[in-house]
Every structure is written in structure tokens, then in C-alpha cells.
């Protein structure tokens, strides 16, 4: 092991890791506004990639250029989700914790379902997207361009998404909520509505990150399985409800996922990634940086 | 007076119980067709399975979502010791329990300790890194799995070529004592425990240590339980691979029945995996190859309706039943 294999890998683990902070950002926002963790966060990722993917196959758009439609949509689509199941789930009585669980379990299920129904088990992938396929050399490391492209996109939105919640009304609301739902509701502000704009906000974010990650991963009813225990741990690591935590939680997991795969076979370095969570939570089950 | 009732409801959950067993060990008598009675047999397992875990995700409140670990181990120590060292599946099968209670002790230390959604993830990701770990574990087949070759009808081996009928008293057996055990600890100090702190989160915190030994008790009872249904699995269906037995769609099929029929309910895994079981085998034969995934919509729509609707489960609408009766 050289080391410039050693570089090379911490190099892409860095840029994974960034996607992983931008797809578990959500999760995080979500969980920071109503305590609540969204099972089915992978499957909104899965359906984000499937987007761009008809996106591209019907009408030829790149991912690039239909990443805000596919955001847009994702915002619609965790708005409605929330209006539609976990506004209900959060009023049980009895059982609270399965309720929650299983609520949103359950919609990771149906939604599943419904993609190996409409859109076949079968593996696709987008080809010849302006970024696909495309590595880029610093100094005699080789990039890939989708992901270094995704991390600049996940430093920018991080960015957008700090700016927006210290800068704006609806960003202060959502904080406000964040510190006390009941005094908030004593001022005037919908509570209903904030959690709402929330979802689709959370929904959005994986939406960017599923469209820049339909040009370099293959895309399949199952893919959301693995990327959402990642986004959990990531959020674990960050502390739940932390936005920052999540950005910082990600780079740390890509980096052990890539130092894993120099030690371990590769089908072996999600391992690294699950022993990093169980370690974190059995020492500090608040996370690195959260608060609750 | 309330202790009479309830002493009498206990008796009367026993009789129910004994008369379910004596009526469904005469259905084979009139069912002789083989892709019915397979359905048994897996819908008796599964009821199994989902007592086992509501034992701990029921009772004690701990929803766990990797029951997988358990399961598989007690298919892959049965299958791995027959087929590797001419153990005979009883013992693989009371090794496997073994195995798993106290890997489930060791576990609960720290999870135990973790809050609810903490707990939750803790238990996925630790059945997937055994998954994983099995998936490249070459001297255990690795990817290829175990083939339980079988050779003849025996008892002594738990093979059975020509008939499902074995299979299918072993796997009420199973149920039943699954059920036992439950209703056993129902009126046990523990589950005196359990219901106080179910909800009520101070008094979980002046019962700490009671609480917390009773809750290592119940992980260890129901991973034992749930890996005697992975022994009987594996020797049923005669292959194992760690996709079909440690997969985390296992640990979800394990806690459904449960979470359907009514959680921390005597009756509710059974009523759930009634229901659930038949249901999704016969969308997935109706419906057959070309619509893959219709029974993932049929039990999640199931699941989010009822989680919805019925956070007790279907076992609400009886008792809700029972208790209008009471009031007339």
C-alpha cells in the first residue's frame, strides 16, 4: 500500500462523504423539527434518482439541468407525506414509539412495492450524462467528476441551507419551532404548516442529492436500503437535529468507509461504518455535536 | 374482585389456547393439499417468531428491527453442525438458542441503554454487520450458503422427504410453546414491571435496575425462541444462505405479525400472522412473477393503515367488542 493509494482513497472517500452528509441532511432537519426519524428516508432517495432518471430517459434532460425539478418535486411529495400520514401518526396515544417506527416503515415498504411494480426490479443506470463517466487528475490523483461535482453541490447547499435558516422567516420559524413547539404556536406560527414546509424542505435536499447520484450509481427498487442506514449513522455521528453535525457526521463516515476498504475486502467496508455508530452511541448517544 | 377476573381471563386465555392447538392439529386431517399446508406451516412459525419478539419489542417496549441475527444464527449453528460434524439438529437446535441468549446478553448491555429510535437503528446495523460477515465467511459457505443434504425420513434427524406433516407439528409446537412462555410471563414479576413503565417514563426511572435486569431477561428469552424458529427453518426448507435467513427483510417479516395483530398482546402476533401470512402468500402466487412487489404494497399499506388507525393492532376491534358487551 503506497502512499498515493492511501491519498487516492481518502480523497474519494472525502467526496463520498459529502453526498452522504447532503442525503442525511434531511433526516436530520426532520428529526431536529419534530422528533421524529423518517424510516422511509431511503426511499425518498430512491425515488429522487428514479426522477432524474425518466427525467433523462423520455425527455433527455441531464441530471444537472433537472436537479431543481426533481427537488421541486421531492418538496411536494415530503410536504404531502407529511399532510397525508405522519401529521396522523404523531397524534397516538398508546404504543407512541412503534407508531412512529412502523408508520413511516410501513410507506418504505408500499413505496418499494410500488417501484418494483412500475418500474421492474432491473438494474438501470444513466448513460452518457455531461458528467457520467468522467475523471478529472490533481496532482496524480484521479477524480471522478460526478462525485467531485456532488461534494461541491453539498458544500453549496450546506451553505444555502445555513444562510436560509439564520437569514429568513420561514428558516427562523423553523427554529423557533426546533426550540419550543407550544410557545411558538402562542406567537401565531401554524405549527402545522412549519412541520410541513420542513418535510418538503428535508425532501428537496435528498432530491438533489438522489438526481447528482443518478449519474453514477445504478439505480433499483432497493437502492435507498443501504444509503439510508448510512444517512443514519451519519446522523447518529452529527447528533440528530444538528445541520451542521450532519455535514461533519458525513465526512467522517466517508472517510471510514474508505480507510475501511484499504484494511477490508470491499464488500467488507460497510462494517467500519456500522462499528463507528455502535461505538459513538454506546459512548455518547447524543452524537458529536448534538444538544438533545 | 378485579384479581378474580383477571385470574379467570388468564384461565380462560389458557382453555382458548388449548382448544386452538386441539382444532389445528386436526386440520391436516382434512387439508391434504401441499402448497396449503406449507402455508401452515409458515404462518405457525411465523406466529412463533412474532411472540418471540413481542416478548422484548411488545412487552418491554424495545422495538428491535434485527431479529435476523438471531434467527440466523440458529439456522447456520444447526445447519453447520450436522453438516459438519454429524450433530444431530435437536442438539444444533438447543446450541443455536443457547448461542443466541447469550449473544443477546451481551448485546443489551450497551443497547439497552439507548433511546428509542438509538435502539432501534443499533439493532439493524448490528444484524447487518453478522449479515455481512457471514456473506463473506467462506468455511460457512459464504454467499452459497449450506445445503442440508436429505437423505431419509427421521425423527432422530428431523428429515422428512415425503410429507409436510412433521414440519407442521413441530412448527405448532413451536407457536404454542412460544405462547406459553409469553403468557407465563404475563403475570410474572417482570411483566408486572414491564406494564408500569410501558408509557411512563418515571417510573421507569425509579425501577432502573430492576427494570434493566428484567429487560436483559426478556432479550435473552426471545432470542433463544427466535433462533429454535431459525433451526426449525433451516431444517424445513433444507438450504439456507445468509440472504434468505439473516437478510434485514427477516427481521421485518418477525416483528410484522406483532405489530399488525396488536404489540405487547398475548393474542396479537397470532391474530397477525393469521392474517398476514396467508395473505401474502396467496397475492404473491395470484398475482405470480410478473407483478413483483404487490405483496410489499398489500402488507405496507397493511402496516401504515393499522399503525394509523389501530395503534393496538387488530386485536382492538375485539376487545373493543368485548368491552361494549361489558358495558350492556
Not at chain 1, 73 to 82: D, K, P, Q
Not at chain 1, 139 to 162: C, R, S
Not at chain 2, 143 to 164: C, H, P
Request: charged share 10%; with cysteine.
Amino acid at each position: 500500500m503506497t502512499a498515493e493509494t492511501i491519498i487516492q482513497s481518502l480523497a474519494s472517500g472525502l467526496l463520498m462523504g459529502l453526498l452522504y452528509g447532503l442525503i442525511a441532511v434531511g433526516l436530520s432537519l426532520i428529526f431536529g423539527l419534530m422528533n421524529i426519524v423518517n424510516f422511509a428516508h431511503g426511499e425518498f432517495l430512491m425515488l429522487a434518482m428514479y426522477g432524474a432518471f425518466f427525467l433523462f430517459a423520455f425527455f433527455a434532460i441531464d441530471p444537472l439541468l433537472s436537479m431543481p425539478l426533481v427537488a421541486a418535486g421531492m418538496f411536494v411529495f415530503g410536504a404531502a407525506i407529511y399532510l397525508l400520514i405522519v401529521r396522523f401518526a404523531m397524534r397516538a396515544k398508546t404504543n407512541v414509539g412503534m407508531v412512529q417506527i412502523f408508520a413511516t416503515f410501513g410507506l418504505a415498504i408500499v413505496l418499494r412495492g410500488l417501484a418494483q411494480y412500475f418500474f421492474t426490479p432491473d438494474y438501470r443506470s444513466i448513460s452518457h450524462s455531461w458528467l457520467g463517466g468522467k475523471t478529472i487528475s490533481v496532482g496524480g490523483i484521479f477524480l471522478p467528476v460526478p462525485q467531485l461535482v456532488g461534494a461541491g453541490l453539498a458544500i453549496a447547499a450546506f451553505g444555502a441551507l445555513y444562510f436560509f435558516i439564520k437569514r429568513t422567516d420561514f428558516g427562523r420559524a423553523l427554529e423557533a419551532t426546533r426550540e419550543d413547539a407550544g410557545a411558538v404556536a402562542l406567537v401565531g406560527i401554524d405549527q402545522n404548516r412549519v412541520f410541513a414546509l420542513g418535510w418538503g424542505l428535508g425532501s428537496a435536499l435528498v432530491g438533489l442529492a438522489g438526481a447528482i447520484m443518478a449519474t453514477f450509481f445504478y439505480i433499483y427498487p432497493d437502492v435507498g436500503a443501504s444509503f439510508a442506514l448510512i444517512a443514519y449513522v451519519v446522523v447518529a455521528l452529527g447528533g440528530f437535529g444538528s445541520v451542521f453535525g450532519a455535514f461533519a457526521g458525513g465526512i467522517l463516515v466517508g472517510l471510514v468507509e474508505a480507510s475501511t476498504a484499504l484494511v477490508m475486502p470491499p464488500s467488507l467496508k460497510a462494517v467500519g461504518i456500522y462499528a463507528v455508530y455502535l461505538l459513538v452511541v454506546f459512548i455518547r448517544p447524543r452524537g458529536l455535536f448534538g444538544s438533545i | 374482585m378485579h384479581d378474580v377476573t383477571h385470574a379467570k381471563q388468564r384461565r380462560r386465555d389458557l382453555i382458548l389456547a388449548a382448544v386452538f392447538v386441539a382444532l389445528a392439529a386436526c386440520v391436516p386431517l382434512f387439508v391434504k393439499d401441499v402448497y396449503v399446508q406449507n402455508i401452515m406451516v409458515l404462518t405457525l412459525m411465523y406466529a412463533g417468531l412474532s411472540q418471540s419478539w413481542n416478548i422484548l419489542g411488545g412487552y418491554c417496549g424495545q422495538i428491535s428491527l434485527g431479529h435476523a441475527l438471531y434467527f440466523g444464527l440458529g439456522a447456520y449453528v444447526t445447519a453447520i453442525l450436522l453438516t459438519k460434524f454429524d450433530v444431530l439438529p435437536w442438539f444444533g437446535m438447543l446450541t443455536g438458542g443457547i448461542i443466541s441468549a447469550l449473544i443477546a446478553l451481551a448485546l443489551g448491555y450497551p443497547t439497552f441503554r439507548l433511546g428509542g429510535h438509538y435502539f432501534a437503528i443499533a439493532t439493524i446495523v448490528i444484524a447487518e454487520i453478522a449479515y455481512l460477515l457471514f456473506l463473506n465467511w467462506d468455511w460457512a459457505g459464504a454467499a452459497l450458503g449450506i445445503d442440508i443434504m436429505v437423505r431419509e425420513d427421521s425423527w432422530a434427524k428431523f428429515q422428512f422427504t415425503r410429507s409436510k406433516l412433521p414440519y407442521f407439528y413441530f412448527a405448532l409446537f413451536f407457536a404454542a410453546v412460544a405462547w406459553l412462555v409469553t403468557w407465563w410471563l404475563e403475570n410474572s414479576k417482570w411483566g408486572y414491571w414491564w406494564r408500569a413503565v410501558k408509557d411512563n417514563p418515571d417510573a421507569a426511572e425509579s425501577l432502573g435496575v430492576v427494570v434493566f435486569k428484567s429487560k436483559m431477561g426478556a432479550g435473552a428469552i426471545s432470542a433463544f425462541l427466535t433462533a429454535i424458529g431459525g433451526a426449525f427453518y433451516a431444517m424445513f426448507v433444507s438450504y439456507i444462505d445468509p440472504e434468505s435467513v439473516m437478510s434485514f427483510q427477516f427481521s421485518l417479516l418477525i416483528s410484522l405479525p406483532a405489530v399488525l395483530g396488536g404489540i405487547g398482546t398475548l393474542w396479537g402476533p397470532v391474530l397477525g400472522a393469521v392474517v398476514l401470512i396467508p395473505v401474502t402468500e396467496l397475492t404473491r402466487s395470484f398475482i405470480g412473477g410478473s407483478g413483483r412487489g404487490v405483496d410489499l404494497i398489500v402488507y405496507g399499506s397493511l402496516i401504515v393503515i393499522v399503525s394509523l388507525t389501530r395503534p393496538d393492532g387488530l386485536l382492538g376491534l375485539f376487545s373493543r367488542k368485548r368491552k361494549k358487551e361489558a358495558v350492556q
